[in-house]
């Protein structure tokens, strides 16, 4: 295999990052195991017992906030004895979880409570060294809580940096911040992860893939977008470590927040959701939408967010099932396509390469038809990679 630092250009990426297993296999050890990780939202546990199961990568986990002392805490869902998962609900409430195999019984704390016949282990055996694993650590920012599989790299505030202050815009929206307890939209998709990730910022495909939508936008409101003007007015922005940001000049139809953000490698906020990016396999990727309800507003308001964000990105709306034809399944299989040339195995990402601008916090900006938030996101990738 090529070495996977060569993979990736100023303006380029090979094609073989979206298809390869060992690469596959390589970002689940050298991203998802090391850099932090997006798992859930304080509103999802907000009440003492509360739990919700996700994934950080590939491996199980469940996040809980404690009934007594209400700590918020990340265990790997993996019972100490054989290894079957504790829980198999994606959320609730419960002061235990039990092994359905042997009966092993864990306290919303981690800690092992009961097992069937204990005699049989031994006077030495010490049922308070055997609770739930814990992952290394975990941070939270106003709400969003993360993860990280590593001990070691960077605080949370470091990871986050520039993107801080979007995520606190997106909780100052509502009079007594955000909750995303209005369910959750899934979908799944036969293709790489972080084609999902990069579409979450791609405003040049906008008036291509989803023309239909913004004719029939047009022909109601009776305005056209200009999409020309759009792109020239606005900005997209490299925030470091990954990150990016989109942002908008004005209402197009699709969300109520003024930017897309994405909090590399699997967090996007954009419209009026938190969009979670979970790989399965190299060519199988889950994701979850979670639309942004705001405490303290009115049914209406919240009632009239739930149907923009399902006019566009819901099983019934336009954007969703167009990302899926044209941007996913479409992609996969030109990505069959071989040359026999080795330039045609590569993808550009160099639009605006020519026209970026740094300012004075070594922020990267350029407008919004420019690649940057892929030309940002690679960056990370390759050296988190390498």
Request: charged share 25%.
């Amino acid at each position: 295999m090529t070495k996977v630092t060569n993979l990736v250009q100023e303006g380029a990426v090979h094609g073989d990052i979206y298809l390869k297993e060992e690469i596959f296999q390589l970002e689940m050890e050298k991203i998802f195991e090391t850099t932090w990780v997006y798992v859930a939202h304080e509103s999802e546990i907000a009440n003492p017992g509360d739990y919700k199961t996700t994934f950080i990568g590939r491996q199980p986990v469940i996040v809980t906030r404690e009934a007594d002392t209400e700590k918020v805490n990340v265990f790997f869902n993996r019972c100490r004895h054989r290894a079957a998962t504790v829980c198999q609900q994606e959320k609730g409430n419960a002061n235990y979880f039990r092994c359905a195999l042997h009966g092993w019984t864990y306290s919303n704390n981690g800690d092992l409570t009961g097992m069937p016949f204990q005699d049989g282990y031994g006077e030495d055996f010490d049922r308070c060294t055997m609770g739930l694993k814990k992952v290394a650590r975990i941070g939270i920012h106003n709400g969003f809580i993360f993860a990280s599989l590593s001990k070691a790299g960077k605080s949370l505030d470091e990871h986050l940096g520039h993107a801080k202050k979007y995520l606190d815009y997106v909780v100052g929206t509502g009079p007594e911040g955000i909750a995303l307890n209005a369910g959750v939209h899934k979908y799944h998709f036969d293709g790489n992860w972080k084609q999902q990730v990069e579409n979450t910022i791609d405003p040049y495909h906008l008036s291509v893939t989803h023309r239909s939508f913004f004719n029939i936008l047009a022909n109601k409101t009776g305005k056209k977008i200009n999409f020309a003007r759009m792109h020239k007015s606005e900005k997209i922005r490299d925030l470091g470590n990954g990150h990016s940001l989109y942002e908008l000049d004005a209402d197009i139809g699709i969300g109520e927040l003024p930017f897309n953000l994405i909090i590399f490698p699997n967090l996007g906020i954009l419209g009026s959701q938190v969009r979670v990016t979970f790989p399965v396999s190299v060519d199988k990727t889950n994701v979850q939408l979670y639309p942004i309800m705001l405490k303290g507003a009115s049914k209406e308001e919240n009632a009239a967010r739930l149907r923009k964000h399902e006019g566009f990105y819901g099983p019934a709306g336009f954007g969703t099932v167009d990302d899926l034809e044209v941007a996913f399944d479409r992609v996969v299989e030109g990505l069959k396509a071989k040359s026999g040339d080795e330039d045609g195995e590569w993808l550009e990402i160099s639009r605006g390469l020519s026209r970026e601008v740094v300012d004075e916090d070594g922020i990267i900006t350029a407008t919004s038809s420019d690649e940057i938030s892929s030309r940002a996101f690679y960056k990370e990738w390759k050296q988190l990679m390498s």
